[in-house]
């Protein structure tokens, strides 16, 4: 971290405060003494603290809410492949190198080849080890090609491994293998099949965990080590914890009436500031700040900081209109700024996944998608994520779905008729009823979108061609996806980033930069910083390129564990030496 930016800063956007310097730790009048901590109790968190408790530590996890994070809250999809015995019994044929090569296409260079290898060759271990932890998944296999399978369904294709330029790299499989749970007809949620029954394995190992404690500061050592943290704990028995936690959860369920995006969501943001100033004003008063030795590190496990709206204007202003996807109040950056506060490297914090999902209905990729200025920019086929980075870093966020009569009114049957989730439902509904244009030529639908015509009328042309086999698409797309727009009148559906009634999700994917091998943060220099680790989107990671279903909460596992293993293997430091700097917590 530079000298000239840190907690003093102005665009610091955080309550995390400088570390606090120590003498030897065995001097320190430590409140709690534990070999392993672990800060946000979220997939990734609750994935080290039972690895290392596995391990034989001793392991205090602390979460500023109630535990789960985003993990919990999300659709519930662990990518895995290679093999896998839920792949195996819906009779499906995978490899470690399949798996790999399409891997490689999405993640590119944000992790090492030898870093994406490891983590395909251990994806049939992970997803045995959630298994024997309780986490149970199903076989019921979806073969078409879905943002999201219908209920019922547990296996799928939850990437564009489908696609024919994908398939001409790598044997497609389906790879996203959802929680089984009771039929439920909800739109998140389903991420607490998995948090859940690791939680209940972890507290049987003696994993020991502090909900409503807020991190606040590291305690380092003069070498650079950390050997512990500091916290402020609501405690457990005091009515006003209660209180504490009735206030945080009625903000967060405010800031989850509806979409970030969707008109009237200011109005909900405002009532939430006020229950959390009523929680801060109660840890003012009441909260209890207890120092913890970490004899064998500290992982900082805390989510991104999507919903850390000044953090995020700082370093990706262009995914303000997004829809927030995380955990409200919990992906503010705090993880993320406790690395930095003690040296670590923050790298890619520009990088946001945005979702652009246009499939269901199976109509609308069939169709051509444009920008401001009628031309094609995508293959309309590909998951969401690919093409939510190519409309927003690249067309200004614009676009527009342009189908013929018969795909429309396909799209429609399908709103009504197909299987769908209301979170999938509702906002195609809204798409179709009030973000459409409709001309009985292309030339006047240009005109009414602003458009020039002659783009928008090549565009469609040249696919034209493509559909009817004379030549190949000029985005490889496959040729049963594709649709001759040939039957009037048209239409121009606007997906835009910015659309208020049908959201485009994003989330933040940049972070702390890791060793690979082991889990621990990173300085400027790429030294390691001496106890101290990072995991899931705290930490740079598999879904910091291109996010994929699943794939995060995968990396969550996979970086969970990495981190846990390596603490284990680490002796109890020796004490370092230098003069105690204890500084009062600021809880204004």
Request: with cysteine; glycine share 10%; hydrophobic share 40%.
């Amino acid at each position: 971290m530079s000298s000239d930016f840190g907690p003093h800063s102005p665009q610091w956007f955080s309550r995390i405060e400088a570390p606090e310097r120590v003498e030897s730790p065995d001097q320190v009048a430590w409140d709690v003494t534990t070999d392993f901590a672990v800060v946000g109790y979220g997939g990734a968190g609750i994935s080290a603290a039972l690895q290392a408790a596995e391990k034989g530590l001793k392991v205090l996890a602390v979460d500023a809410f109630g535990g789960g994070g985003a993990t919990a809250m999300n659709g519930g999809i662990f990518y895995a492949g290679g093999g896998t015995p839920i792949q195996r019994a819906a009779g499906v044929t995978d490899s470690v190198e399949a798996m790999y090569r399409y891997l490689n296409l999405e993640v590119q260079d944000v992790v090492s080849p030898q870093t994406l290898r490891r983590f395909c060759e251990g994806s049939v271990a992970d997803l045995e080890w959630l298994q024997g932890h309780g986490v149970r998944f199903d076989s019921t296999y979806y073969t078409k090609k879905t943002f999201y399978p219908p209920s019922g369904y547990f296996l799928y294709h939850s990437d564009s491994s489908l696609a024919e330029s994908c398939a001409a790299v790598a044997k497609p499989a389906p790879r996203g293998h959802k929680y089984w749970h009771p039929p439920i007809n909800q739109a998140v949620g389903f991420g607490v099949h998995l948090t859940e029954p690791l939680q209940q394995r972890a507290r049987a190992q003696g994993v020991e965990f502090w909900p409503r404690t807020e991190a606040r500061r590291l305690v380092l050592c003069a070498r650079g080590e950390v050997v512990g943290l500091v916290v402020i704990r609501m405690p457990p028995d005091s009515p006003h914890t209660q209180a504490y936690m009735d206030a945080q959860e009625m903000a967060r369920q405010l800031l989850q009436k509806l979409p970030s995006s969707m008109p009237g969501f200011a109005r909900l943001e405002r009532k939430a500031e006020r229950y959390w100033r009523k929680a801060d004003e109660l840890q003012r008063q009441h909260g209890v700040v207890q120092r913890i030795r970490a004899s064998r590190g500290v992982c900082l496990s805390a989510g991104g900081f999507i919903w850390n709206r000044q953090m995020l204007a700082a370093h990706s202003p262009k995914y303000i209109s997004n829809m927030a996807m995380g955990s409200p109040g919990g992906d503010n950056g705090s993880g993320i700024r406790l690395g930095q506060s003690v040296g670590g490297e923050a790298a890619l914090m520009e990088r946001v996944s945005s979702w652009r999902f246009i499939n269901p209905p199976s109509q609308w990729p069939k169709g051509i998608l444009v920008n401001s200025q009628g031309q094609r920019f995508v293959n309309e086929e590909l998951y969401g994520a690919a093409i939510g980075l190519k409309m927003n870093e690249h067309q200004q966020g614009r676009g527009y779905i342009i189908l013929d009569r018969t795909l429309y009114r396909g799209a429609w049957k399908s709103a009504v008729l197909e299987n769908l989730f209301p979170f999938m439902r509702l906002p195609l509904v809204l798409a179709l009823l009030f973000q459409t244009r409709k001309a009985s030529t292309l030339e006047g639908l240009a005109e009414k979108l602003g458009m020039p015509a002659a783009n928008l009328r090549e565009a469609a042309a040249r696919y034209n061609r493509a559909a009817q086999g004379l030549e190949p698409d000029e985005f490889g797309k496959s040729r049963s996806e594709c649709h001759a727009l040939s039957e009037g009148p048209f239409y121009a559906v606007d997906v835009s980033a910015s659309s208020k009634l049908f959201p485009c999700s994003a989330m933040t994917v940049g972070g702390l930069r890791v060793d690979e091998d082991s889990g621990q943060v990173l300085r400027e220099d790429r030294t390691r910083i001496t106890g101290l680790y990072a995991a899931g989107r705290t930490a740079i990671g598999l879904p910091s390129n291109l996010y994929v279903s699943g794939l995060s909460a995968a990396d969550c596992v996979f970086s969970g564990r990495r981190a846990a293993r390596h603490a284990s293997n680490q002796a109890t430091r020796e004490p370092c030496l230098t003069k105690p700097q204890y500084l009062p917590l600021d809880l204004t």
